[in-house]
């Protein structure tokens, strides 16, 4: 009862703001406030800036929430980057600067318009994404436009368009959902779970298969009764695919482990606990029970990372006692403001380029091409691979990660911007929602291991739209499929 009557008061609130809505964006028309930029600013700086917050506008729908004005903010936005490449007059760099700002702006403001009208859309979309919809060609393609279609009426101030329009989005949403759960999770784990029968795992892992059966009749008995209950449907299908892959590795392990000796088993098992401390420097204890080693690794792993938060902050520390000094110096040497200024900015040129240097040696050429791009380090990620059509990170890109790691902490706690790039088989929609997926994970996978907070690094996925070398090739496809790393230090700015 108390759930129904809030939606209903949801629902009112809706209904009532949307009126002022209409008025409001009557009454303010096409025009654009741009404000102007002093040319005393930094135009690499503010171009870094605005192609930051361009990207997590990205990674917050906004592109396709106010897919209008986003197109024109981009398009200003690659305006500059060409003037200061060219070395255009810098009036008209940041002319172009101030105006992708505040289309930016004016696409946020519509964005938020679009989350107010469009809820049901916007979940439903959310939804059918999750579940995969992406791979299901055309009419997923067709539910995408219809979706921008009604939103590209809001930025029109037809908001009675969309209005009308949005059941029908829905409806077509929901069924892309449940077929892709159907198709790609549902059928994958029931794929799964006959392949395992074939090869005789019912008899080498019975509780393991026994297991996996039951999630999936849960799983299919469940999303046939309840088509509506979208976040228990999903949970119940990712456990079904967990456990149909489980019983794969449990099988094998077992049939594996049938053929050895009592001692043969003890011994492997002890193998794979006295790696683990080795890798770690953990001591050797294969004279203490399993138990105890576990608990020998376990403790290895606690001490060291808060062995690595101790030195992230000593480092923070470090810092931040040297440009106090640097200040002190330059007051005790009666510097006047502008020449402090300029020696700080040849010293964090210097430093800058000294960190480059090092950054470069840590990577291999076939590993990732790393290059200065004003005042961004650009890792181009060549051995990044994934499995086909997945965002998983597999153990093989480990080392590659953990270098990447390093060259970002050498920055201290700099802005990161995680981008993922496909190549142009597969639709637009599947592109841009696989190369999402890859960066959030690896981007999950540096704040897992305490690089940065997660609110310091931005995971954007932009499908094909960026490609680097033709698609009409194999060589250039392989290219294109990247994770690009980019690097923006903190500014340091004299009080």
Not at 9 to 25: H, Q
Request: net charge positive.
């Amino acid at each position: 009862m108390m759930k129904a009557a809030f939606e209903k008061n949801i629902t009112v609130c809706r209904v009532l703001l949307l009126p002022v809505i209409l008025i409001w964006f009557a009454c303010t028309g096409p025009q654009l406030e741009v404000k102007p930029i002093s040319k005393t600013e930094n135009p690499q700086e503010l171009i870094n800036q605005l192609d930051n917050d361009i990207a997590l506008a990205r990674k917050n729908q906004i592109n396709v929430l106010a897919p209008t004005w986003f197109e024109r903010a981009e398009s200003s936005l690659n305006a500059a980057k060409r003037g200061l490449d060219k070395g255009d007059q810098l009036s008209e760099i940041l002319d172009n600067i101030a105006t992708g700002r505040a289309q930016l702006d004016r696409s946020a403001e519509f964005a938020r318009v679009s989350r107010t009208t469009l809820p049901d859309a916007i979940k439903a979309r959310t939804m059918a994404r999750n579940a995969g919809a992406t791979t299901l060609g055309e009419d997923y393609t067709d539910a995408e436009d219809r979706f921008i279609g009604l939103t590209r009426a809001i930025e029109d101030n037809n908001l009675g368009y969309a209005q009308r329009n949005q059941t029908r989005v829905v409806e077509r949403f929901r069924v892309l959902e449940l077929r892709a759960i159907k198709i790609r999770t549902i059928g994958e784990v029931r794929r799964l779970i006959q392949s395992a029968r074939k090869q005789g795992m019912h008899k080498v892992a019975p509780q393991s298969f026994a297991l996996a059966e039951k999630k999936l009749a849960d799983a299919d008995a469940f999303i046939t009764q309840n088509p509506y209950q979208k976040e228990k449907m999903h949970k119940m299908a990712a456990e079904a695919l967990f456990m149909a892959q489980r019983l794969h590795i449990v099988a094998q392990q077992s049939h594996k482990v049938d053929k050895m000796e009592p001692e043969q088993i003890t011994l492997w098992a002890e193998g794979l606990l006295y790696q683990t401390s080795a890798k770690l420097g953990a001591q050797d204890m294969r004279n203490q029970p399993f138990n105890k080693q576990l608990e020998n690794i376990l403790a290895t792993v606690a001490a060291q990372h808060a062995d690595h938060n101790f030195m992230v902050e000593s480092a923070k520390k470090r810092q931040a006692d040297l440009q106090n000094l640097q200040q002190q110096i330059a007051r005790l040497e009666g510097q006047s403001q502008k020449e402090q200024r300029e020696k700080e900015r040849l010293l964090a040129e210097k430093q800058f380029n000294q960190k480059l240097g090092s950054i470069q040696d840590y990577f291999k050429p076939q590993e990732a091409e790393v290059y200065k791009k004003q005042n961004q380090v650009i890792i181009r990620l060549k051995a990044m691979q994934f499995p086909v059509g997945q965002s998983v990170i597999m153990p093989e890109n480990y080392g590659l990660l953990s270098k990447v790691q390093r060259a970002i902490r050498t920055f201290g706690e700099p802005d990161v911007i995680i981008g993922g790039h496909t190549d142009s088989t597969g639709s637009e929609g599947l592109n841009e929602h696989l190369s999402q997926q890859r960066a959030d994970a690896v981007r999950q996978y540096f704040v897992a291991n305490g690089t940065l907070p997660y609110e310091k690094i931005i995971a954007v996925g932009y499908g094909s739209m960026r490609p680097l070398a033709s698609n009409a090739t194999e060589s250039g496809r392989a290219i294109n499929r990247r994770i690009d790393v980019i690097i923006t230090p903190e500014q340091t700015r004299p009080n």
